[in-house]
Structures are given as C-alpha cells and as structure tokens.
C-alpha cells in the first residue's frame, strides 16, 4: 500500500467510524428513550366509509391491528366506521379538533375546506397509482400535503389507493359529446365541474341515494368506484351501460389522518410502527382491489342484461381538454392549488419521457398481443 493509499485508507477508516458511532449513539438514545416510554396510546380512528365497504374497511382495519402487535399492545386504535361515532364527512374536523386522533378518508372530501389537496386523492385525467405514489413518495407529493394540512392541526399519510376507477353506470349510450348534454349524473367533485362545462348536470348524491336514484330516473347515470364495489351496489340492475375508463378519478389515493397534538405526543418507535403500517396496508389494498375488481369485472361481462363499453376517444379527449380549463380556473381562484398544480405538472413532465419509453412503449405492445 502506498503512502497516499494508506492515509485514504486511514481517513476513509476514521470517517467510516465517526458515522456509525454517530447512528449507532442517536439511534440507540431513542430507542433507550421509548424502552423506558410504556404509556399505553388508547386511540380513536374514524372513516368515511359505510360500516360494510368492502376493501377501504377491511383495509383500515388491518391497519389497526398490525399497529397494536408491532406495538405490542402500546397503541390501541379502536376503528369506528362513517356515521357510527360522527357522520362519514366529518372525519376531517373530528380529527382535527382533536375529538379523535385519528381518520381514513380521501382529501377531495375535504376539498371545500382545502381545494389545493385534491392532487392528493385525484383529479380528472391525472396521474395513475404508480405515478402518484412516485410524486407523493419520491417528490414533493408528501411534504405539499404536510403543508396544506397543517393549519388544521392534521398530520397526513398515504394510506391505500382505490386504483383507476370505472367510467360510471349510464341509461343511454354515450357515442358523441352532444349524448353529455343535459345528462344528469352523480359525479362529485372536479370531474363533476368538467361534465358541467361539457353541457352535463352534475348531481351531488350520498353513497346510500345513489342505487335508487338511477333505477327511479332521477338521474341518468353515477360513477360509484370499481366492479367490486360497484356490483355489491347492485348498479348493474339499475342501468343498462358500463363505461371505462374512470376518466375523472385515475388513482384515487386514500388518507390517514393525524391529529398533530396527537402525533407530537407519540414516542418515535410507535411513529415508525404507524408509518410502517400505513404503508403495508397500502399494499394490502393494491392486492385486493386488482384481484376483487378483475372478477367482478369478469364477472359483469358475463351478465347478458348489461354492456360494457369504453368511451369514444372523441368523447374523452374532449373532456381531457375541458380538464384543463377547470384546473386553470381553480388556480386562479387559489393560491394554493397553484401551487400544487405547478409541482403536479412538473412532476409529470419531468416523468414523461422515462414513462414513454417504459409503461407506455410496453403497454402499446401488449395492445398488439393482445388484439
Ligand atoms: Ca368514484
């Protein structure tokens, strides 16, 4: 070994030493601090879910227990579905005004309080699970979110994601953008605001109206989520037309939200057990979704009363471009929202030549083989 390889080898030697002892000392003060730290955490959660939605409550509710064995019994978290403890639409003020520590839900909930947080859960014609989960987890998807919620004394994390939902359910066909004229439909949110530039009437319906609004004609179609949760609606009795691709909602990330006093007061190991929960629940959903939804929708093709169409692309290019105009004219009313919708449009860019020359090039493949 030279002279100059051997004062490298020395000081790399040195350097290496000086880190580890560094993670080792801080690593091993925390984790002295939380042996000594038994309190015992007895935590409220509530969701904006029926008590019996399949997949979100299934899906939190394994959260909840992997939370209780990873902590051994530190922190409990008793689940209460929407309206059991406060109605299903409250999940957010509860949690933040502290009357429980916890909630699940998806941010366009909320989007009367915190328009800006919609790229958290969707928005029409936006990026699907993967590609949101590479912003919220790889970019600044997280810290935006952190950011937005923070005057409400709410901490945020992904938890779970419904995938891209179903077109919607419809009593006529769809073949030209004049069938959207005056179509009355359940679609809430910001894909309701770009069927009402199209001509249409966005309808606002709760969960439990939706069924029997379609079967009675009170509106003309509703978009509910996938064929899972979809067929257990019973909606392919009440129209005739099943539509792809969920246009307005491509990826619909879901939320768990943490009252800051709440989260604050947690020793750092229970914080990394909620985190890591969250984030393994989220994979839980992705399986039983994909698996739950492919046969349902199998399934529903079988049916010989009911079609299952997609969209001409006339019709769906036409409401892309209508997108565009609502998100322009949502930022201009919104800071914040400009805010977020700079770092979404960016990220996307950014994504965009790497995910051409990958899922695109491939999916178009796949296209082939397939046909
Ligand atoms: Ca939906």
């Known amino acids: 070994m030279?002279?100059?390889?051997?004062?490298?080898?020395?000081?790399?030697?040195?350097?290496a030493l000086v880190l580890s002892g560094c993670g080792v000392e801080s690593e091993s003060t925390t984790a002295a601090e939380d042996a000594e730290d038994n309190r015992v955490?007895?935590?409220?959660?509530?969701?904006?879910?029926?008590?019996?939605?399949?997949?979100?409550?299934?899906?939190?509710?394994?959260?909840?227990?992997?939370v209780e064995l990873?902590?051994?019994g530190r922190l409990r978290i008793k689940v209460y579905a929407g309206g059991e403890l406060v109605p299903a639409l409250q999940t957010f003020d509860a949690v933040s005004q502290g009357a429980v520590e916890m909630g699940h839900g998806a941010s366009y909930y909320w989007a009367g309080k915190v328009p800006a947080a919609q790229f958290l859960s969707t928005v029409p014609f936006g990026m699907m699970q993967n590609g949101a989960w590479a912003w919220i987890y790889g970019g600044e998807g997280l810290e935006l979110w952190r950011e937005l919620y923070e005057p409400f004394g709410i901490v945020p994390f992904p938890l779970g994601n419904t995938g891209i939902?179903?077109?919607?359910?419809?009593?006529?066909?769809?073949n030209t953008i004049e069938d959207l004229k005056g179509l009355k439909m359940r679609i809430p949110g910001l894909g309701g605001k770009v069927l009402a530039k199209a001509g249409g009437n966005p309808v606002l319906l709760s969960a439990a109206e939706i069924y029997t609004a379609l079967e009675r004609g009170t509106?003309?179609?509703?978009?509910?989520?996938?064929?899972?949760?979809?067929?257990?609606?019973?909606?392919?009795?009440?129209?005739?037309?099943?539509?792809?691709?969920?246009?307005?909602?491509?990826?619909?990330?879901?939320?768990l939200i943490i009252n800051s006093n709440a989260w604050a007061d947690l020793p750092a190991d229970l914080k990394t057990i909620v985190e890591a929960a969250a984030a393994s629940?989220?994979?839980?959903?992705?399986?039983?979704?994909e698996v739950g939804n492919m046969d349902a929708f199998n399934s529903l093709k079988n049916k010989g009363h009911i079609q299952v169409l997609e969209f001409p692309k006339e019709v769906t290019l036409h409401l892309a471009k209508l997108t565009g105009?609502?998100?322009?004219?949502?930022?201009?009313?919104?800071?914040?929202?400009?805010?977020?919708?700079?770092?979404?449009?960016?990220?996307?860019?950014r994504r965009a030549s790497f995910n051409k020359a990958t899922e695109q090039s491939y999916q178009s493949i796949l296209r082939e083989l397939n046909n």
């Open 41 to 66: 955490f007895n935590w409220k959660m509530v969701t904006a879910w029926p008590p019996n939605l399949p997949i979100n409550q299934d899906t939190v509710h394994k959260f909840s227990r992997d």
């Open 281 to 289: 629940a989220s994979l839980y959903m992705y399986g039983l979704s």
């Open 70 to 72: 990873m902590s051994r």
């Open 165 to 174: 939902q179903m077109g919607g359910w419809f009593n006529r066909e769809i």
């Open 325 to 349: 105009e609502v998100l322009r004219e949502e930022a201009e009313k919104d800071e914040k929202f400009m805010k977020v919708l700079n770092s979404y449009t960016e990220f996307r860019a």
């Open 2 to 15: 030279g002279k100059m390889q051997k004062i490298l080898f020395s000081l790399s030697f040195v350097l």
């Open 219 to 255: 509106i003309d179609a509703t978009e509910w989520v996938g064929p899972l949760h979809d067929l257990r609606f019973g909606l392919d009795r009440a129209a005739k037309y099943y539509y792809y691709p969920g246009w307005h909602e491509p990826g619909t990330q879901l939320e």
